[in-house]
């Protein structure tokens, strides 16, 4: 049975969405070590940085060259960095923390000590659109990666599965800590997963009209994104307790995804996942 490839884009960036909240279920559920926590948000670091750099920008470059695919990189990168500033002045600074950060900004939100809100404020609305500002770059990648071949990216899914674990599970346990009920955690990020394929299947479908060089530029927009993302959330809540270990961790999260993007049959040098036979010898004349 075929399905549509408009069907499938959707499916596929639902598929790496869910991660976000079966991590949150683990983060709120279970008791899960600051330290193990930190670790797997510095590995899902490396593989989103591993991603970017060797599947997204070089799309984007093979696409539309350099100044479609810089300029949208830096682009991506303001447009986050704005957006996350803002969200920051009303109280969604630590969305990703596991640790008491969340509670005690929610503390301050709810004081009116914050600069966008008054005293009896809450932050609930801006953790909802910080998770969302943090999901949709990657989902929309997975629906571009499909308009070359109706093919979908599997090192791009399963890198965005694997890094969006980590962000659930670290933002679940510390929304946990800052008071938050369970129903509104599974909630927020069960909205999350369907927008996440939402996403996905509007970078199919919208794209799919548009030229390369806008291509290009929307796949390094989401890249920037990705990237200032990491480094203004992601990172610091790894570094917060890894400490030292966090640049081995995210190489090693680096190499995983390498690794993934380098199954290729066609490829000689490629690794196998078994050993292959030996070519024949030529028989002797």
């Given at each position: ?24 279920a ?10 193990l ?14 991603t970017?750099s ?33 969200l ?13 950060q969340?509670?005690?900004e ?11 809100n ?115 959330t ?12 966090t ?39």
């Open positions: 049975m075929h399905f549509p490839l408009w069907l499938l884009a959707g499916f596929w960036g639902l598929v790496s969405g869910s991660a976000l909240l079966l991590g949150a683990v983060g709120y559920f279970a008791h899960v070590p600051q330290r926590i930190a670790a797997v948000m510095a590995f899902g670091s490396g593989v989103l940085i591993s970017l060797l599947e997204l920008m070089e799309e984007a470059y093979a696409r539309g060259g350099f100044n479609a695919s810089g300029l949208g990189f830096v682009g991506g990168a303001a447009a986050y960095t704005a957006a996350n500033w803002l920051a002045r009303y109280g969604a600074k630590h969305r990703k923390r596991s640790g008491h969340q509670a005690a929610r503390k301050e939100v709810k004081q009116g000590e914050t600069d966008g008054d005293a009896g404020d809450d932050n609930g609305m801006a953790l909802a659109v910080g998770a969302l500002l943090d999901g949709i770059p990657e989902s929309i990648v997975i629906g571009l990666s499909m308009l070359a071949g109706g093919v979908v990216s599997t090192v791009a899914v399963a890198a965005i599965f694997l890094s969006n674990l980590p962000e659930g599970l670290s933002s679940a346990a510390g929304m946990k800590k800052a008071g938050r009920s369970a129903r509104y955690v599974l909630l927020l990020w069960s909205g999350i997963a369907l927008v996440s394929g939402v996403a996905s299947w509007a970078g199919f479908t919208v794209f799919s009209h548009f030229s390369e060089n806008v291509v290009a530029a929307t796949t390094a927009v989401a890249a920037g994104a990705v990237l200032a993302m990491i480094a203004d992601m990172i610091p809540e790894a570094f917060e307790v890894a400490h030292n270990f640049g081995l961790i995210t190489v090693l999260g680096f190499l995983a995804a390498f690794y993934l993007s380098k199954l290729d049959k066609n490829d000689p040098n490629a690794p196998h996942l078994t050993e292959q036979p030996a070519p024949a010898r030529p028989s002797a004349p």
